[in-house]
């Protein structure tokens, strides 16, 4: 069956620096990818989505990639900034543009200032 | 803005009751969908619907229907709550012409407990 893996241990790093979060899937030829921000208590809220024929996309402090050979997707966030913390959720979704799109568990991230 | 809105933050029923969670979106969106959210298990698809009256299953939807009479309205309905029926209720919506590349916008979430 089609599964998606997240880290599930929170990620914690120094404002300024760099996250990088994971999204592995498997038994899955996704053709895009969306990434989610999710505060507590909130619904998710839609980032950004890359493409299968797209290696990289960019939006401000966001990077997203997206390696169909290793099935992962990996989502940077550059200069974090304690306003980033959240859980970041990913969501693989096929051709038919997400009727039945599966999410990660997600991946708490902590900035400290 | 635009935005989904769900009827409830928090709801406390008993076991046994019928609940109604509505969910009504102003975005002409198509498609919308019911999920819940439990820790570690991430969001899990209940029902959705891409058309008025039109409904699909979900991964889970055993002890739960659904109805959408308009476009903008789509309800959740617990036949019968149980106790494992706790969990955060999220209703989403999506464009079908964007084909998921705007993604889902979801509402706030119902917080239902069931004692």
């Known amino acids: 069956s089609q599964k998606i893996e997240q880290n599930s241990e929170a990620l914690n790093i120094q404002e300024g620096k760099t996250a990088t979060l994971t999204c592995n899937y498997t038994n899955y030829s996704p053709a895009y990818l969306q990434w989610y921000r999710q505060d507590p208590g909130r619904g998710p809220v839609f980032l950004l989505l890359i493409r299968e024929n797209e290696k990289e996309k960019r939006k401000e402090r966001l990077k997203v990639t997206f390696d169909t050979t290793l099935k992962q997707s990996l989502f940077h966030i550059t200069a974090s900034q304690p306003a980033d913390s959240a859980t970041y959720l990913c969501?693989?979704?096929?051709?038919?543009?997400?009727?039945?799109?599966?999410f990660g568990a997600g991946t708490r991230l902590f900035v400290k200032a | 803005d635009v935005k989904v809105t769900q009827s409830s933050r928090y709801l406390v029923k008993r076991t046994g009751e019928k609940v109604f969670l509505e969910c009504v979106q102003d975005m002409d969106h198509e498609n919308m969908f019911w999920y819940r959210q439990d820790p570690g298990l991430g969001l899990r698809l209940i029902y959705f619907s891409y058309d008025v009256k039109m409904k699909e299953k979900g991964d889970i939807p055993e002890g739960y229907s659904v109805s959408r009479e308009k476009k903008e309205r789509f309800s959740l309905i617990l036949e019968s709550a149980s106790t494992n029926q706790t969990s955060m209720y999220l209703c989403?919506?999506?464009?079908?012409?964007?084909?998921?590349?705007?993604?889902?916008?979801f509402g706030s979430g119902t917080r239902l407990t069931v004692v």
């Open positions: 969501a693989p979704l096929g051709s038919t543009g997400g009727f039945k799109t599966i």
């Open positions: 989403a919506s999506s464009s079908k012409l964007s084909g998921g590349a705007y993604g889902y916008t």
